[in-house]
């Protein structure tokens, strides 16, 4: 005998309750969206802002620096327009004497026997050699310049030892040299001869001027000059 099953009502499953912040998120949705975007749009704004803080700070250093180099290349300029305006008449006056320029050799001649001609002096004799930078026992800051001495070995007969310091400060007057060295020694005049020179000089001269350095290393060098005046 078999048994039927007795139909019945089929149970209800039990409905399970969620949390009411879940249930009435729904309703906050589109604020809390609305947040998140403006969060994130600050936290953008905020490192966007940070760049470029430091990239003005750095813009500000840079023109600082320029600033300040600007300023000291103005100082500078003035300083060497201040310069120029106390010693430009200085250099001037300089270079029409001839320390300042090339070597004018002809007018140290020129100089020469017109010193001779004036003071009355015997004949004399001259040799000049090359021109040559000249080294200093101390360093002197010349700038662009150097200095250079062209040497000049000098024969001349006196009739007194005064004649030759009369000739080294006329011709003093004319150009820039320096003496090296002298010698004197007596000549072997006849006694009572009138107006014979009594004494011969030997001298070396250092005719200076002060020139702009060469853009090549050596200096080319001027042929050695003999002559009689």
Partial sequence: MSTNPVP?????????TLPYWITEFVLIRTAVLTLLAAVTISL?????SQVKKHE???TLETNQRARDAASSLYAQVDSEKRDIRNYQQRFIA?????????????EWLDAIRQTQEQLKLAPLSYEIEPQQIVQLDSP???????????RMRLHMELLHELDLFNFFQTLRQHSYFAVQDCSIKRLGVVAGTPGAPTLGADCTLNWITLNSAPKTPAMAALPAAKGKS
């Fill in 8 to 16: 019945g009502k089929k149970k209800t499953a039990a409905a399970i």
């Fill in 44 to 48: 953008t704004g905020v490192m966007l």
């Fill in 56 to 58: 003005a700070n750095d």
């Fill in 94 to 106: 300089l270079r029409q004497r001839g320390l300042v320029g090339d070597e004018r050799r002809l």
């Fill in 140 to 150: 002197l800051d010349l700038g662009d310049f150097e200095l250079r001495g062209s």
